[in-house]
């Protein structure tokens, strides 16, 4: 399968800072990519979805002035948690969608591990 | 109603079983489905996708899509330790998807 890689894989940061979070496609150009936060035993929550070149969608109850989502190119899109806080803590996974009819595959990269502090 | 409902299990079989993993999902109008599994702290590794209905094989493991019934399978043959993970099933149309909640499987060797 398709790889997209995430970086870094795991960060740890104090309260009130900024931390951001870069994704990459590596096999193929990806004019959408989703952004998913991950509680532990829980299933991915959806909090973004970007496509190149314009603003992000961000779904509801999620804040986007607190995370900035950037695709500025096919292969790469970035979140920004800014000002984070300790219950911003989790498990941020993004995934890089491939569709070509008649194959819609979404692939994830390795996620990012949050703590803060 | 959840759009895509998903027992969480956790399922425990022995070494060698043959696996059935189960979802169903209400909006009819999302044609692909999707597999995944999900190692712990790692992100989802997509394993298969069918398009509308039938049946589709990879090794081990096979998808199904009833759309009659609403209902998709993934099944394992020949279940090993390395197997154990949780199971993502997702049906998706356009650029919307929508996760199960997970099926954490265990296989005991």
């Known amino acids: 399968g398709a790889v997209v890689s995430q970086h870094p894989s795991w960060v740890i940061c104090k309260s009130g800072t900024s931390v951001k979070i870069e994704c990459r496609s590596l096999d193929f150009q990806a004019t959408t990519m989703f952004w998913y936060r991950q509680f532990p035993k829980q299933s991915l929550m959806l909090m973004a979805t970007s496509n190149e070149g314009s603003k992000a969608t961000y779904e509801q109850g999620v804040e986007k002035d607190k995370f900035l989502i950037n695709h500025a190119s096919l292969t790469l899109s970035t979140l920004t948690v800014t000002s984070a806080h300790p219950e911003d803590s989790s498990f941020y996974i993004c995934?890089?969608?491939?569709?070509?009819?008649?194959?819609?595959?979404?692939?994830f990269g390795p996620g990012t591990r949050l703590t803060v502090t | 109603q959840k759009e895509v409902e998903q027992d969480p299990g956790p399922l425990s079989v022995p070494e060698g079983a043959i696996v059935s993993l189960n979802c169903t999902y209400s909006?009819?109008?999302?044609?692909?489905f999707m597999w995944y599994r999900q190692y712990s702290r790692k992100g989802p590794e997509l394993l298969m996708y069918?398009?509308?209905?039938g049946n589709k094989e990879d090794g081990r493991f096979t998808a199904q899509v009833d759309k009659s019934s609403k209902y998709i399978s993934l099944f394992i043959r020949d279940s090993q330790p390395s197997d154990s993970a949780t199971y993502l099933c997702?049906?998706?149309?356009?650029?919307?998807?929508?996760f199960g909640a997970g099926t954490r499987l265990f296989v005991k060797a």
């Open positions: 995934s890089a969608l491939y569709h070509r009819q008649p194959s819609y595959e979404q692939y």
């Open positions: 069918t398009y509308s209905s």
């Open positions: 997702a049906n998706t149309g356009g650029f919307k998807t929508i």
């Open positions: 909006n009819s109008a999302f044609q692909y």
